[in-house]
């Protein structure tokens, strides 16, 4: 069992320059959405009181203003005003919700999937009780319309009709063409989750959490993209795999409190070349 490590995990200059690079996309995201350094230190405050007062209050004690005061170095009068202002981080709306719950049937359920465990071709409507898109749909949902969710997912790219008028789901499209709410949520579900599952690796020993990553640079574009091609087509296959093996796993499953999360990244970057420290790397291998 993992237990929090006895030291800080690092010094105030480290976790800085760390910081530095963590942050720069975030705060690249937040100028092209027209979110200003004083909005973003706005949230920032409000933040660094609630998490002092939920995360870091002495045993049998009540966290105090004072207290919240010293440890996020925020005047005492502003932690007064703010604290029980909770910040709102969900971003799920209940459109996410059903997509993703529906798409995770479609994608394990054996009634929807064919005899190599892909996702059926459906018709529209059954007569006879068998799957089809309206049964998938109302197995999750009677709240909306299974003709309404069809509209919208023909129009969002997410599945497509066959020319025998069944619905295709196509998957390379799921997360590519979802619409704003769906791409919010994801990236801060997604992004939330990674970084909890980090900050707690280096905060306690031994790690708890599975956290590996393959890197490689100095490669051409084109080899760049042809790794990028193969970990997308494996990542998937993956995922697909793990979603069946939960789908079915939690149908006996006596129910409680916990998350499981299992998730990938690949991407592929042009890096700045720095002529310098080009040449002193071709130094260095010279000698």
């Given at each position: 069992?993992?237990?929090?490590?006895?030291?800080?995990?690092?010094?105030?200059?480290?976790?800085?320059?760390?910081?530095?690079?963590?942050?720069?996309?975030?705060?690249?995201?937040?100028?092209?959405?027209?979110?200003?350094?004083?909005?973003?230190?706005?949230?920032?405050?409000?933040l660094y009181i609630e998490?002092?007062?939920?995360?870091?209050?002495?045993?049998?004690?009540?966290?105090?203003?004072?207290?919240i005061s010293l440890l996020?170095?925020?005047?005492?009068?502003?932690?007064?005003?703010?604290?029980?202002?909770?910040?709102?981080?969900?971003?799920?709306?209940?459109?996410?919700?059903?997509?993703?719950?529906?798409?995770?049937?479609?994608?394990?359920?054996?009634?929807?999937?064919?005899?190599?465990?892909?996702?059926?071709?459906?018709?529209?409507?059954?007569?006879?009780?068998?799957?089809?898109?309206?049964?998938?749909?109302?197995?999750?949902?009677?709240?909306?319309?299974?003709?309404?969710?069809?509209?919208?997912?023909?129009?969002?790219?997410?599945?497509?009709?066959?020319?025998?008028?069944?619905?295709?789901?196509?998957?390379?499209?799921?997360?590519?063409?979802?619409?704003?709410?769906?791409?919010?949520?994801?990236?801060?579900?997604?992004?939330?989750?990674?970084?909890?599952?980090?900050?707690?690796?280096?905060?306690?020993?031994?790690?708890?959490?599975?956290?590996?990553?393959?890197?490689?640079?100095?490669?051409?574009?084109?080899?760049?993209?042809?790794?990028?091609?193969?970990?997308?087509?494996?990542?998937?296959?993956?995922?697909?795999?793990?979603?069946?093996?939960?789908?079915?796993?939690?149908?006996?499953?006596?129910?409680?409190?916990?998350?499981?999360?299992?998730?990938?990244?690949?991407?592929?970057?042009?890096?700045?070349?720095?002529?310098?420290?080009?040449?002193?790397?071709?130094?260095?291998?010279?000698?």
């Open positions: 069992m993992s237990k929090p490590r006895a030291k800080l995990p690092f010094s105030e200059e480290t976790l800085q320059a760390m910081l530095i690079r963590v942050l720069r996309p975030l705060v690249k995201l937040a100028l092209a959405s027209g979110f200003n350094f004083t909005a973003f230190t706005t949230v920032l405050r409000r998490v002092a007062e939920k995360e870091f209050a002495l045993p049998n004690k009540q966290q105090t203003d004072s207290r996020t170095g925020i005047h005492r009068k502003d932690v007064n005003r703010l604290r029980g202002l909770a910040l709102d981080p969900s971003f799920l709306t209940v459109g996410v919700s059903q997509t993703s719950r529906i798409l995770a049937r479609w994608l394990a359920d054996p009634l929807y999937c064919d005899a190599e465990d892909r996702p059926s071709a459906l018709p529209r409507t059954s007569s006879d009780g068998s799957p089809s898109f309206e049964s998938l749909v109302s197995d999750i949902t009677k709240d909306v319309h299974p003709r309404s969710i069809l509209d919208e997912w023909l129009d969002r790219g997410i599945v497509v009709l066959d020319e025998d008028g069944r619905v295709q789901l196509d998957l390379s499209s799921i997360v590519p063409n979802a619409g704003d709410d769906a791409r919010r949520h994801y990236f801060t579900r997604n992004l939330r989750d990674h970084v909890q599952a980090s900050v707690m690796n280096l905060m306690n020993e031994p790690p708890p959490y599975f956290e590996r990553a393959v890197h490689y640079d100095g490669m051409s574009p084109a080899l760049a993209a042809r790794l990028d091609e193969l970990a997308r087509q494996e990542s998937m296959t993956l995922l697909l795999k793990l979603n069946k093996i939960a789908h079915q796993a939690i149908k006996d499953d006596a129910g409680g409190n916990s998350r499981w999360i299992a998730g990938l990244y690949v991407m592929t970057e042009e890096r700045e070349t720095d002529p310098a420290a080009e040449t002193a790397s071709k130094q260095e291998i010279d000698e």
